[in-house]
């Protein structure tokens, strides 16, 4: 599997790697998916403190006992969950960072996180703070380097203007090109590295995602969409998949060094997986796709 820098980190990520979340609760799966992806050339893992309560980041420990050095870690950080409810309430300040840090190291079972992940953030926090944070983890050797996971423009901008980030955790696919046009030329202009999530847009572009379409996705409606799975079957043919295909768009910009697409079977992550054996897109290939979809924008919330 092709690998790519890391933003400027010594970081050496598989293009594509795997969001963790989808792997259920149930520690033997859970395994048993992380090991099959590891052996077959995965390394990019991502997971995060908020998910299953914690509960995710167990399960990731259990699959890289033994195996850590295979592995780039990915975490995340902010929500601070409540016990007793679902979701958690927004804390990037320094103090909760230092001290959930630990928490996600004993879960993880190791004493040192690869990447480490602001798991959202608004422009109204301290900012400052929560670099000094990761700054300090950084310097007592806890993580590596760090990154944001976000999509507000206005918030990674500040980041990058601010501190030593390595990569933007970014929702890119055909469906959500809202950050061609503000982050990714950034990003890539500042040497710092995307890692792409929802490549697939929640399933409506697999060749089993017809269903998925009636609830609409962003700002499409239901018969857009399927004039879109149309446009994209008849593009992919029947060398490869239509999530596939989706997949190579989201790695066919320059600033994207990863994927990370979700699987909860076997056949899912074989799916992805063979997606390093296909070739990338060519620039027309790129322009052709695009036609398909717009270039829709962020609402004024995210700006």
């Known amino acids: 599997m092709k690998k790519n820098r890391l933003g400027s980190s010594d970081l050496l990520v598989g293009e594509i790697g795997l ?7 149930e520690e033997q799966q859970g395994v048993y998916l992380i090991h099959e992806a590891l052996d077959r050339g995965v390394n990019l893992l ?24 295979d592995v780039v870690l990915a975490t995340k950080v902010g929500n601070r969950r409540i016990p007793g409810q679902d979701g958690g309430r927004w804390d990037p300040s320094k103090e909760y960072i230092l001290s ?6 004993r879960r993880l079972g190791t ?48 980041y990058v203007e601010r501190s030593n980030i390595v990569s933007v955790m970014n929702q ?37 995602g017809e269903g998925k ?36 768009y989201s790695l066919s910009h320059p600033a994207v060094a990863a994927v990370i697409p979700g699987a909860s079977s076997l056949g899912q992550l074989e799916h992805n997986i ?12 790129r322009e052709a796709l695009q036609q398909m979809s717009r270039a829709n924008r962020y609402d004024a919330q995210y700006r």
């Not at 063979?274 to 290939?285: D, K, M, T």
């Open 19 to 25: 969001g963790c979340m989808s792997v259920g609760t």
């Open 274 to 285: 063979a997606v390093a054996s296909i070739p990338p897109l060519s620039r027309q290939e």
């Open 172 to 208: 890119y696919s055909l469906l959500d090109r809202r950050a061609e046009e503000e982050v990714l030329s950034l990003l890539q202009e500042r040497g710092i590295s995307v890692i792409a999530r929802g490549p697939v847009a929640s399933g409506v572009l697999t060749d089993e």
């Open 46 to 69: 991502d997971t995060a403190d908020l998910y299953q309560h914690g509960r995710n980041e167990e399960i990731v420990g259990a699959a890289i006992r033994g195996r850590r050095q």
């Open 100 to 105: 959930a840090v630990k928490e996600s190291l």
């Open 111 to 158: 004493d040192y996180i690869d990447l480490y992940q602001l798991h959202g953030g608004t422009i109204d926090d301290p900012i400052d703070e929560t670099i000094e944070a990761f700054e300090q983890l950084k310097r007592e050797g806890v993580i590596r380097y760090y990154g944001i996971s976000s999509i507000r423009p206005h918030v990674i901008r500040e």
């Open 213 to 248: 379409v009636a609830k609409g996705y962003l700002d499409y409606e239901g018969a857009e969409l399927l004039d879109i799975r149309k446009q994209l079957k008849a593009f992919t043919g029947t060398e490869r998949s239509m999530g596939q295909t989706a997949i190579r």
